[in-house]
């Protein structure tokens, strides 16, 4: 069964430092998603991405965000500078979109972020 | 936005027990899911019932989109059924960000 990945499973950086979250969607899929969770909180919607471009972003999404899907298959989450509210859990999502319509969304395994 | 609620918000069962979690949603929406956190922090898809009931195994789920509202049961419990359930809902296209519950932690005890 087609899955989404994500890599690196875990992630530690220092305060300051740029990183870059990847994901791979499943490969129908044409909404992609980026979601992250402060341990012991809820689930929160940073910026969903279609058609090669960000088709809606939240509060949180700043401009220390950004997206990007460099090629046919990834999908990338870059921090440039990372701060120490920025641990968390970033979780990719896709889903199908047919006729103006989404569907059912597939999470990721997750990237456990850790900004010391 | 959309507002989701989630009841009660802990949970604790004997092993065999059955349950009821409901999840409230404050609009009309075209996607309402069900996950289950597994204890590495995996999001588990468990449904996705905009509307109507289905099952899948011991787990049920059923959505009254017109009352505004999803119910997922569990029968039988079982103590790998324990963690963390969220619903979560959204409307589509443009807008299909999904707007996650607080979520129930369910302790299954043997």
């Known amino acids: 069964e087609p899955e989404v990945t994500q890599t690196p499973s875990h992630q530690v950086t220092q305060m300051g430092q740029e990183v870059i979250l990847r994901c791979v969607p499943i490969s129908n899929h044409l909404y992609f998603y980026w979601y992250r969770q402060i341990l012991g909180q809820k689930v929160e919607f940073l910026v969903s991405?279609?058609?090669?471009?960000?088709?809606?972003k939240s509060e949180i999404f700043d401009d220390q965000f950004s997206v990007e899907r460099p090629d046919g298959s990834n999908f990338t989450l870059k921090i440039r500078s990372t701060k120490l509210e920025d641990s968390a859990m970033y979780f990719c999502?896709?889903?199908?979109?047919?006729?103006?319509?989404?569907?059912?969304?597939?999470f990721g395994p997750g990237t456990r972020l850790t900004v010391t | 936005g959309i507002q989701v609620e989630q009841s009660p918000p802990d949970l604790i069962l004997q092993e065999g027990a059955n349950s009821t979690l409901r999840c409230n949603f404050s609009?009309?929406?075209?996607?309402l899911q069900w996950f289950h956190q597994n204890p590495w922090g995996q999001l588990i898809n468990l449904f996705y019932i905009p509307s109507g009931t289905k099952q899948n195994g011991r787990l049920s789920a059923t959505t009254v989109a017109t009352e505004r509202y999803s119910l997922l049961y569990i029968s039988s419990s079982q103590t790998t059924d324990s963690g963390v359930y969220f619903c979560?809902?959204?409307?589509?296209?443009?807008?299909?960000?999904?707007?996650f519950g607080k979520g129930i932690t369910l302790s299954v005890r043997p």
């Open positions: 991405f279609y058609n090669n471009e960000i088709s809606e």
């Open positions: 979560a809902a959204s409307y589509t296209g443009a807008n299909s960000k999904l707007t």
């Open positions: 999502a896709s889903s199908v979109h047919l006729a103006d319509k989404t569907y059912e969304q597939y």
């Open positions: 609009d009309s929406v075209n996607n």
